[in-house]
């Protein structure tokens, strides 16, 4: 169910839709990926160590809770990012962007379209799918930013809107570009 979209005095809906397409695998985990397999197998090893050699319970507990985060790095984020592409709205308007996610918890992000960039596209292979950024894509320290490696996102500092996966992708390129103008 999505929540009721408010619009102000005079504000049109342009386009809405929806990811269509949601790989497992983005650009930027072929970096992501590789480091977080050295982190599991180095944290792999340390609590092999703290457990078998005996060591001290609060070094076992610790291990344990590093043990969970490299699960939920290498491959548990790849999952989470799934749920929330395929319950994720997207709503161009006259005015803002509007991404509205029902899973695994509610987040709804507006931007407005004066304060965003020109539109650039990614398209796949045919074409009939690709996903729409703001300038330029996002890299991999924003995806290390998401996961929480890096410094996380400052308050008020915008994350990188981004429409993933979406059909016709240059037509909506071309009605964000119409509306910013």
Excluded: K, N
């Excluded at 070094?59 to 491959?75: D, K």
């Excluded at 899973?103 to 965003?116: N, S």
């Excluded at 996903?131 to 996102?153: C, K, N, T, Y």
Aim: hydrophobic share 45%.
């Amino acid at each position: 169910m999505q929540d009721e979209l408010q619009l102000s005095t005079g504000e049109r809906v342009l386009w809405t839709g929806e990811p269509q397409r949601v790989p497992l695998f983005e650009r930027t985990d072929w970096a992501i990926v590789p480091l977080s397999l050295v982190w599991f197998a180095f944290v792999l090893v340390w609590e092999g160590a703290a457990v078998l050699g005996g060591g001290p319970v609060f070094m076992q507990i610790w291990g344990g809770l590093f043990v969970a985060f490299g699960l939920y790095f290498t491959v548990g984020r790849l999952f989470v990012r799934q749920l929330q592409r395929r319950s994720t709205t997207y709503t161009v308007t006259d005015r803002r962007i509007v991404a509205q996610r029902r899973r695994p918890w509610r987040r709804r992000t507006e931007v407005y379209l004066r304060m965003l960039q020109p539109p650039v596209v990614r398209e796949d292979a045919t074409g009939d799918t690709g996903s729409i950024a703001f300038g330029e894509f996002p890299g991999v320290m924003d995806a290390l930013r998401d996961v929480g490696v890096q410094r996380s996102w400052r308050r008020g500092e915008q994350r990188p809107m981004v429409l993933h996966g979406i059909a016709r992708p240059r037509h909506v390129r071309e009605v964000i570009a119409q509306a910013q103008r």
